[in-house]
């Protein structure tokens, strides 16, 4: 069965950095799209940035310009590089294999950007 761990949250000021990843077990990291969610206190889930297999990324406006996602298929791991941050970043992010249907979800990991 497939596990997904992401590590590198915490708390950081405004203006600050944080670099998430997300390690998969199993097989066959290199077909899928991966992608990283967030989801705030009160509020839905939502996509934060996606990576195609291929390495086609898509960003969500708000954090366009200072998030940047990248994957290492040699280590099954896709990484979440946030930038500028802002309080309203914060939330629990999720990492999240294949861009379809029937996607497996890791536990999540909180990142927390304080004024």
């Known amino acids: 069965q497939v596990q997904l761990v992401e590590s590198g949250g915490g708390l950081v000021r405004a203006g600050g950095s944080l670099r998430l990843a997300c390690a998969a077990s199993?097989?066959?990291?290199?077909?899928?799209?991966m992608g990283w969610y967030r989801q705030a206190t009160g509020k839905q889930r939502a996509m934060v940035s996606q990576?195609?297999?291929?390495?086609?990324?898509t960003y969500a406006d708000s954090v366009k310009g200072r998030f940047t996602i990248s994957r290492d298929n040699a280590k099954n791991t896709v990484y979440l590089q946030m930038d500028s941050l802002k309080p309203e970043d914060t939330a629990v992010y999720y990492c999240?294999?294949?861009?379809?249907?029937?996607?497996?979800w890791g536990q999540g990991t909180q990142g927390t950007v304080s004024s």
């Open positions: 990576i195609t297999s291929g390495g086609i990324k």
């Open positions: 999240r294999r294949g861009l379809g249907t029937s996607p497996v």
């Open positions: 199993g097989s066959f990291f290199s077909i899928y799209g």
